[in-house]
Each structure stands twice: as C-alpha cells, then as structure tokens.
C-alpha cells in the first residue's frame, strides 16, 4: 500500500497547531496592520501622512505610558479606576506649582512624579493590607481627585507654561548630524531600533533552542520580525521627514523597553504573574504579595503622574475636566491587547499595541468626520468583542 502522505503534512499541522495557541498575540498584529490600512484607504491617505504619525504619537503618549502601568495592576490580579482623576489633578498641582507658584520646571517634575507615588501607595495600602477590594478604592479615588482637582483650580484653567515645560510633550529631539530633512538622527535611531529587535529575536530563539524549549516556526519568526522591523523603518521615515523623533516618543520607547524586561526577564516581575495567577499559592511560595500589590499601585501613581505632567505640557493648560474618563481607554487598551481579567496573563507588548489599536480607531474615525458618539459606540464593541475572544480562548484551552 502506497503511503500518500506528504513530508510537508506535518510541518504544516505543527505550524497550524502553534498558530492556534498564539493566536491572540498574531491576531493583534494583524488586527493593527489590517486597521491601519483600512483607515489609510477610507480617509485618503491622511492617516499616514509624517504630520498625522507624529499627532498620533501626541496624541496618545499619555494613553501607552499608563497602559504600562495598567497592565501590571491588573496581571497582578486588580484594577485601578483613578488613574484619570490622578493624571488631571497632578497636571492641575503642577499648573498651580508653576505658575501661581512660580516654582522651577526642574523642581515642579520630580516633586509631581512623588505625589503620585504617594497617591499610588495610599491607594495600594488600602487593597494590599486591608483587603479592600481595588475597584472600591479606586472608585473611590476616582471621585476624590477629581474633586481635588476642581478645588486647586478653582474651576478655572491655569497657564501657559514655560517652553521648557512644554518641550515634554512638544519638543522634538534635534538632527545631530545637521542634515534637516530627511532628520538623519531619526533614521539612525530607526536603523539601529529595528536591527536591535531582529537580534534580540535571533538571540531568544538560539537561547531556547539550546534548551530545547519550543519555539515559534522559522517561517512565522522570519515573518513577523520583517513586518515589526519593516513597519518601524517606515514610521521612522516618515517621522523624519517632518519634524524628526518626538520627545515622548523617545519616553514611550525606552519606558516600555525597561517594564518589557522587568515583566519578562526579572524575579519580581515574574513574581506579579504569579501573584495574579494565584495568590494563595504565591503566598505559600513565599512571594510577599501584600508589599508586591502594594508596589504595583505605586508604579501606577507615578505613571499617572507622569502622564498628567504629559498631557498638562502638551495643551499648555491645566483645565478641570483634565482626565475625565481617560481610564476607560486604558483599561480597554490593556483589555484589547491580551490581558486577561482574572490576571495573571498579559504582556507589555500587547498593552502597547493594544493602545495603538485605540489610538488608530480614534484618530481615523475623527478624520472621517464620525461623531463621538459613535465612536463611543464602535470603541466599546471592540472591546466586547476582546473581552469574549478571551473567554473563548479559556474555555477551549481547558
């Protein structure tokens, strides 16, 4: 008997069956790239025009910096729904710091990044040691700081600001090389950015195979790392021919370089998965998860801070309503980019692109002419449709 059985049939159903167990982690790169091309068709190519790239990047720096945040509060297992209220009452302390104050830019930033820390660790006590449960706090919280912020600013918006404040959200880093258009500076970073991620992948891939760990196929490797390496060459170029690399760019990068390693390549940070999946059981492991909870709502406040400090820079006013329902998108960010709900799962990849998918979906229906409240409406179903695609995922699995 005739074996008809082709050599290719079971590399085939080994790249099926690992595609299935990754799916969530190929699907919203394609769900970014498909919606990028979707808007860049309906809106006429203004989507990707250089002033349009470096808006989005404005636009949603804030959103991806507390995205950062987010996701290890909720990996570990909770939530925290002041974040927006944080974020304008510390844009509004540092307004008044400013310029009813007068208080030196080099003085204001360090002293606002330690008030949310201690916004962050008053909230944390409350949840870590007396079991309160996140959600009340927070809500809590939530309420509280939007009253504080209405009460430092009278009800009134409060600026400008100095240059050298607004340079944290609008300031642009220089060309080195004193080329101007295309920025050469830029695309050297861009050159070195995408060659640094095509290594760093031949590097994870030679370590595990050296262990003999799993790993994706060579075909899906070679894929993804030419379109992430191809896609960033892109943007990069396309940002040097306007302006050049914006300062939060620079923030946003390096900021989700150190909590990528810290989550995957630290003790601690495997140590707040661990929390998220099953705290009993970390607890009898000998994690210390009181003081672990704890300093993930710290992390959170100084983030939230920071994104304050942000966004206050880039309006170049502190107003009343600063933040209002800003928490709604970065939960749904975290959300849509792989995190799940019981904690325990998630990466700081995905809450990054997860943000771009938000970022992407505001900007293009705003291009359109969409109103908000259909946007409102289209947003929430995206992240319905995230939510139950994490459900379906764990119901099969198990």
């Given at each position: 008997m005739t074996d008809t059985t082709s050599p290719d049939q079971p590399a085939?159903?080994?790249?099926?069956?690992?595609?299935?167990?990754?799916?969530?982690e190929y699907g919203l790169l394609f769900a970014l790239i498909a919606i990028m091309l979707f808007f860049q068709i309906v809106t006429n190519g203004v989507l990707l025009k250089p002033v349009n790239i470096t808006n989005l990047f404005l636009q949603n720096s804030y959103i991806i910096i507390m995205a950062l945040g987010m996701l290890i509060v909720i990996v570990g297992g909770n939530?925290?729904?002041?974040?927006g209220s944080v974020m304008g009452f510390v844009g509004a302390f540092a307004a008044v710091m400013i310029v009813n104050w007068d208080v030196p830019v080099a003085i204001t930033i360090p002293v606002c990044l330690v008030v949310g820390g201690m916004i962050g660790a008053a909230q944390g006590y409350w949840v870590a040691y007396w079991k309160i449960p996140s959600f009340i706090v927070t809500l809590a919280g939530m309420l509280v700081f939007r009253g504080l912020s209405l009460w430092l600013l009278e009800g009134q918006s409060v600026g400008p600001f100095p240059k050298s404040f607004q340079l944290l959200s609008t300031g642009f880093i220089p060309d080195l090389f004193g080329v101007g258009r295309p920025n050469a500076t830029a695309l050297a970073v861009g050159i070195i950015a995408a060659m640094a991620i095509v290594w760093l992948g031949m590097r994870k891939r030679a370590r595990n195979k050296a262990y003999g760990i799993e790993d994706e196929p060579f075909?899906?490797?070679?894929?993804?790392?030419?379109?992430?390496?191809g896609a960033l060459l892109f943007v990069i170029y396309k940002l040097s021919t306007f302006r050049g690399l914006p300062n939060v760019l620079i923030t946003m990068g390096l900021l989700t370089i150190v909590y990528a390693f810290i989550t995957e390549q630290t003790?601690?940070?495997?140590?707040?998965?661990?929390?998220?999946?099953?705290?009993?059981?970390?607890?009898?492991?000998?994690?210390?998860?009181?003081r672990l909870t704890f300093l993930t709502f710290v992390n959170m406040g100084v983030l939230a801070a920071l994104a304050g400090l942000i966004f206050a820079a880039r309006l170049n006013t502190a107003t009343p309503k600063a933040g209002f329902a800003v928490e709604l998108d970065v939960i749904a960010a975290v959300f849509i980019g792989g995190a799940s709900m019981s904690g325990g799962v998630g990466k700081i990849v995905g809450a990054v692109v997860g943000a771009f998918i938000m970022g992407?979906?505001?900007?293009g229906m705003s291009i359109m002419g969409i109103g908000i409240d259909y946007q409102q409406v289209i947003k929430g179903l995206v992240l319905l449709a995230a939510v139950i695609f994490d459900v379906y995922n764990k119901q099969k699995q198990s």
């Amino acid at each position: 008997m005739t074996d008809t059985t082709s050599p290719d049939q079971p590399a085939q159903a080994s790249m099926s069956k690992y595609l299935l167990g990754h799916l969530r982690e190929y699907g919203l790169l394609f769900a970014l790239i498909a919606i990028m091309l979707f808007f860049q068709i309906v809106t006429n190519g203004v989507l990707l025009k250089p002033v349009n790239i470096t808006n989005l990047f404005l636009q949603n720096s804030y959103i991806i910096i507390m995205a950062l945040g987010m996701l290890i509060v909720i990996v570990g297992g909770n939530i925290d729904l002041s974040v927006g209220s944080v974020m304008g009452f510390v844009g509004a302390f540092a307004a008044v710091m400013i310029v009813n104050w007068d208080v030196p830019v080099a003085i204001t930033i360090p002293v606002c990044l330690v008030v949310g820390g201690m916004i962050g660790a008053a909230q944390g006590y409350w949840v870590a040691y007396w079991k309160i449960p996140s959600f009340i706090v927070t809500l809590a919280g939530m309420l509280v700081f939007r009253g504080l912020s209405l009460w430092l600013l009278e009800g009134q918006s409060v600026g400008p600001f100095p240059k050298s404040f607004q340079l944290l959200s609008t300031g642009f880093i220089p060309d080195l090389f004193g080329v101007g258009r295309p920025n050469a500076t830029a695309l050297a970073v861009g050159i070195i950015a995408a060659m640094a991620i095509v290594w760093l992948g031949m590097r994870k891939r030679a370590r595990n195979k050296a262990y003999g760990i799993e790993d994706e196929p060579f075909g899906f490797f070679l894929a993804r790392n030419v379109i992430v390496a191809g896609a960033l060459l892109f943007v990069i170029y396309k940002l040097s021919t306007f302006r050049g690399l914006p300062n939060v760019l620079i923030t946003m990068g390096l900021l989700t370089i150190v909590y990528a390693f810290i989550t995957e390549q630290t003790t601690i940070g495997r140590r707040v998965y661990a929390l998220g999946g099953n705290e009993k059981a970390a607890k009898l492991s000998g994690i210390p998860t009181e003081r672990l909870t704890f300093l993930t709502f710290v992390n959170m406040g100084v983030l939230a801070a920071l994104a304050g400090l942000i966004f206050a820079a880039r309006l170049n006013t502190a107003t009343p309503k600063a933040g209002f329902a800003v928490e709604l998108d970065v939960i749904a960010a975290v959300f849509i980019g792989g995190a799940s709900m019981s904690g325990g799962v998630g990466k700081i990849v995905g809450a990054v692109v997860g943000a771009f998918i938000m970022g992407v979906m505001n900007n293009g229906m705003s291009i359109m002419g969409i109103g908000i409240d259909y946007q409102q409406v289209i947003k929430g179903l995206v992240l319905l449709a995230a939510v139950i695609f994490d459900v379906y995922n764990k119901q099969k699995q198990s």
